[in-house]
């Protein structure tokens, strides 16, 4: 079965720098899709990037970035300028082809002034 | 185009009564999906729905939990004779098709406690 570990419960970073959130997985399968949600206080989740195993190019979305190692099975989000609004809890997900989404245990982000 | 609707979003119920959660997905959209959160835990994959058919529920309870999703109306989440321990999160999405890259976009969320 595939699984999805987050290893830091807990991360902080003052507001305008950078921080690295990790993400392993493990699975069999070699065509899969891994994502990174963001839940803030609202419970919302809300899509934060993605990324297609296929690809070898990192995806990026403004501030948000990833470092995806698929022989590692390793894929970390990297937030730039981190800004207040970006404290939440982030959960990094995979899905293949079948169907459901399959999430860690998360990582709560706390952003300091 | 409304995103994913689920209500109530705060439900109460006593030990032995029934809870009802009921999602409405995106306009266009044909499979949805159900999850539920414990207390500081991810999202963990219940039931896979499309119009009428039940897909997968490989992640629901074999007892108690039953979910349906008619051709006309919404998808309903039924737990029967609640325990303490069904007090969750429990939020539903829904997407356009099945592959991977068909995005699943999240409803608020019902939030069940149960007294």
């Known amino acids: 079965a595939q699984t999805v570990t987050q290893s830091q419960p807990e991360m902080s970073v003052q507001e305008a720098e950078t921080v690295t959130l990790s993400c392993t997985y493990d699975?069999?399968?070699?065509?899969?899709?891994l994502f990174w949600y963001k839940q803030p206080p609202s419970r919302q989740m809300i899509l934060v990037i993605r990324?297609?195993?296929?690809?070898?190019q990192n995806a990026t979305e403004n501030r948000f970035s990833v470092n995806f190692q698929k022989a590692a099975k390793s894929f970390s989000l990297k937030i730039s300028d981190s800004q207040l609004g970006d404290a939440a809890m982030y959960f990094c997900?995979?899905?293949?082809?079948?169907?459901?989404?399959?999430f860690g245990k998360g990582t709560k982000l706390t952003v300091n002034p | 185009n409304a995103g994913v609707m689920q209500n109530p979003r705060h439900l109460v119920r006593r030990r032995g009564q029934e809870a009802r959660l009921r999602c409405s997905p995106m306009?266009?959209?044909?499979?949805v999906y159900w999850y539920r959160q414990l207390p500081e835990e991810g999202l963990k994959f219940m039931v896979y729905?499309?119009?009428?058919?039940?897909?997968?529920e490989s992640g629901m309870p074999k007892e108690r939990f039953s979910a349906e999703f008619p051709k006309e109306g919404p998808s309903i989440l039924r737990i029967q004779q609640v325990v303490r321990g069904d007090s969750a999160a429990y939020f539903c999405?829904?997407?356009?098709?099945?592959?991977?890259?068909?995005?699943?976009?999240f409803g608020p969320g019902t939030r069940l406690t149960v007294l």
């Open positions: 699975t069999s399968e070699s065509d899969y899709y």
């Open positions: 990324q297609e195993a296929y690809k070898q």
């Open positions: 999405a829904s997407s356009y098709g099945q592959r991977g890259y068909n995005e699943q976009f």
């Open positions: 997900a995979y899905r293949s082809g079948s169907e459901k989404l399959v």
């Open positions: 306009k266009g959209h044909s499979h």
């Open positions: 729905l499309q119009k009428e058919n039940i897909i997968d």
